[in-house]
């Protein structure tokens, strides 16, 4: 993995940025994709807790979609993370993940990161692993969902990762 290219904007996504979060995430190949109209919502209802990387045109290259746990305040789930395919392999899922969490400390206090994860998604396993050991966390991991619990059809386990406590905003 390279750095981040320096023209990269970590910004907090537009309603107009959904149909291109659509897309990024359809052309993922790996995500469940939602439907379009959620994706537009997402970017209303969930920007403060979500975050777009922005290339020198100001379109966005990737996406992360989060929110606060009700019912665990300080606790960001991340719920998908795509970067287009032209511009992976250079740090840009990281700097997206760094990013978001350190505003969220800022703003929320957050200490903690949830996410899912399905086995053999070797590059999300990555960049969650590495995230913790830059932040000088644990990771605890346990099947959520079962494949059973899926009544659409044959899905690999959730397995979610627990990521914490956060002991710094930046990454050591």
């Known amino acids: 993995m390279t750095a981040a290219p320096a023209d990269l904007l970590i910004d907090r996504p537009a309603m107009t940025d959904g149909a291109t979060l659509w897309r990024l995430a359809k052309d993922s190949k790996t995500l469940d994709l939602n439907s379009s109209y959620s994706y537009l919502l997402w970017c ?8 777009v990387a922005r290339g020198a045109d100001g379109e966005p290259v990737g996406f992360i979609t989060g929110y606060v746990r009700p019912d665990r305040p300080r606790t960001l789930l991340v719920w998908q993370v795509a970067v ?4 992976r392999g250079h740090g840009i899922a990281a700097a997206l993940l760094d990013g978001l969490t350190a505003r969220l400390t800022a703003e929320r206090g957050i200490t903690e990161v949830e996410t899912t994860i399905t086995p053999g998604n070797t590059a999300s396993e990555r960049l969650f692993t590495s995230f ?12 959520l969902f079962g ?11 959730e397995v979610l990762y627990r990521i914490g406590p956060l002991t710094a905003s930046t990454p050591h």
């Not at 287009?84 to 511009?87: K, N, P, T």
């Not at 494949?147 to 386990?157: K, Q, T, V, Y």
């Open 44 to 51: 209303r209802d969930f920007a403060g807790t979500s975050a």
């Open 84 to 87: 287009d395919s032209a511009h």
């Open 132 to 143: 913790a050991a830059r932040h000088g966390a644990q990771v605890d991991r346990e099947v």
């Open 147 to 157: 494949a059973d619990l899926f009544p659409d059809g044959p899905h690999d386990p």
